[in-house]
């Protein structure tokens, strides 16, 4: 019986994490998983090379084809229904494990942190086995890039989505001896204003797209930009990092 094969009468999902981007931190188990995988879904963008099938490609030259699941987000300004594309991406993946077929859903960074899996999961959960592998996160990958240890001995860590109100932010910042700040896209100026507020801005950087070729890291307090793209984080210490005694 090969890995792939299941007892059941239909086939599995498994909710593959890919880690932040560089093709060489997927888990070897989530590489074996996604050579032997029939049937691939992933997220994309309208009119966007899905980021999750690019971070996988290099692994699959030379493999046979496989059917594949683009779930694909009209890019509008206002906030599409997401709901939608979920509904129809979970309906093409019942219809090949209720063939037998098994299916690996890509997922960028971890399936479970922030992740798009999740709303797949909760639609299929129950009713075909599932199998969760866990990727890399983005929180680590940036604090590797970086070299900034985020916690140690008994520091409280946060893990904060730059869209929450300045009192929800301050309040976080306040009782906290590290944080990781996500989502900061158009909220950057802000977050630099209220970090400078509380004393801390000498002690955080930033990080834009760990682990890839065009990886960058710059201390927050030299950073000129007011926005930045979707793949950037905000690192943040009370010490300038955990290592500081």
């Given at each position: 019986?090969?890995?792939?094969?299941?007892?059941?009468t239909t086939g599995q999902v498994f909710g593959v994490g890919l880690g932040p981007g560089d093709p060489e931190l997927l888990?070897?188990?989530?590489?074996?998983?996604i050579q032997q995988a029939p049937v691939l879904a992933y997220a994309a963008a309208e009119g966007v090379p899905s980021f999750a099938r690019s971070i996988v490609d290099s692994h699959l030259r030379g493999l046979d084809a496989k059917v594949e699941i683009p779930m694909v987000m009209p890019m509008v300004a206002e906030r599409f229904p997401a709901q939608e594309v979920y509904d129809q991406g979970a309906t093409e993946i019942r219809s090949h494990l209720n063939a037998g077929r098994d299916v690996v859903v890509l997922c960028e960074g971890?399936?479970?942190f922030y992740g798009s899996f999740m709303y797949l999961f909760g639609r299929l959960n129950g009713a075909f086995p599932i199998t969760v592998v866990p990727g890399v996160s983005s929180v680590m990958a940036c604090a590797a890039a970086a070299g900034w240890p985020l916690v140690a001995?008994?520091?409280?860590?946060r893990v904060l989505p730059a869209?929450?109100?300045?009192?929800?932010?301050?309040?976080?910042?306040?009782?906290?001896?590290?944080?990781?700040?996500?989502?900061?896209?158009?909220?950057l100026a802000r977050l630099?204003?209220?970090?400078r507020e509380a004393g801390l801005i000498e002690h955080a950087v930033y990080v834009e797209r760990a682990s890839l070729p065009n990886q960058r890291v710059v201390p927050l307090?030299?950073?000129?930009?007011?926005?930045?793209?979707?793949?950037?984080?905000?690192?943040?210490?009370?010490?300038?990092?955990?290592h500081v005694l």
């Open positions: 019986m090969s890995p792939m094969t299941t007892l059941s888990t070897l188990k989530a590489l074996r998983l971890d399936p479970m001995r008994n520091d409280a860590f869209t929450l109100d300045d009192d929800a932010l301050r309040q976080q910042i306040d009782s906290a001896e590290g944080l990781a700040f996500m989502k900061v896209g158009r909220h630099k204003v209220l970090l307090m030299a950073l000129d930009e007011d926005r930045a793209p979707y793949f950037s984080m905000v690192l943040v210490h009370c010490r300038g990092g955990a």
